[in-house]
């Protein structure tokens, strides 16, 4: 008995030490795309995606109907990031308001932390506007190499582009200070995008927001927190 309990705590020890962290950019230079499109993961390791610019979100659908959330669908809600000073000026040359949110300029960005479970397919479109339509698609363990291209393709045929309802469900939001659509300041913020747009949520989930990227990574090992939309 106790030679099976030492056996089961060092197999837990051994997975937990194993499992990776997976950064996935959102929106990086300004354009639709998440970065890298695709991603293998096993069960226990997490994929943090960075969002960086404009207002995205990460939402899942099934392979033959993107675009489209599938049933009890992975949502991050949408995650505003503040333009640069330069981008966020009007034309009288004065910054617009929304100082709550210019804090994700320095390096305090929003993270929506997705735990992997198994080794299945997961499809992933961004719900803003039409932004999964013009390509805004990724795919975690893609059964095949062409995966996101068909997946992609099939996107930009989509009639619609549809939240999931509900908020923030199967992972959790860390750095989120700004909250959710604040109305000025964020690029893309009066651009919703089916029901849910305007809606609020909370996500709990393993974790602490401790100043930027490398705190939130480092909280996940033992701490708890909340992701507050």
Do not use: E, W
Not at 114 to 134: E, F, G, K, V, W
Not at 139 to 158: E, F, G, T
């Amino acid at each position: 008995m106790l030679f099976t309990s030492i056996v089961c705590a060092a197999l837990a020890q051994s997975l937990t030490a194993s499992a990776a962290t997976m950064m996935v950019t959102v929106g990086a230079n300004n354009q639709f795309t998440f970065t890298p499109n695709s991603v293998t993961a096993q069960p226990g390791d997490m994929v943090a995606f960075n969002f960086v610019t404009q207002n995205h979100s990460v939402a899942s659908s099934n392979a033959n109907t993107p675009c489209q959330p599938q049933r009890n669908a992975v949502f991050s809600d949408f995650q505003p990031v503040a333009a640069p000073a330069s981008a966020a000026s009007g034309r009288n040359g004065k910054g617009r308001k929304g100082k709550k949110n210019n804090k994700r300029q320095a390096g305090n960005t929003p993270m929506f932390m997705l735990p992997i479970t198994d080794t299945n397919p997961m499809y992933i479109y961004c719900s803003q506007a039409q932004h999964c339509q013009q390509g805004m698609v990724m795919v975690i363990n893609p059964p095949d190499a062409n995966a996101v291209q068909k997946y992609q393709n099939k996107a930009a045929r989509a009639n619609n582009n549809v939240s999931p309802q509900g908020g923030i469900s199967g992972g959790s939001v860390v750095n989120n200070a700004a909250g959710t659509n604040p109305p000025n300041g964020v690029l893309g913020a009066n651009q919703p995008a089916g029901p849910a747009a305007n809606g609020k949520g909370k996500g709990k989930g393993k974790g602490k927001a401790a100043g930027g990227v490398a705190g939130a990574l480092a909280g996940l090992v033992g701490g708890k927190g909340k992701g507050n939309n």
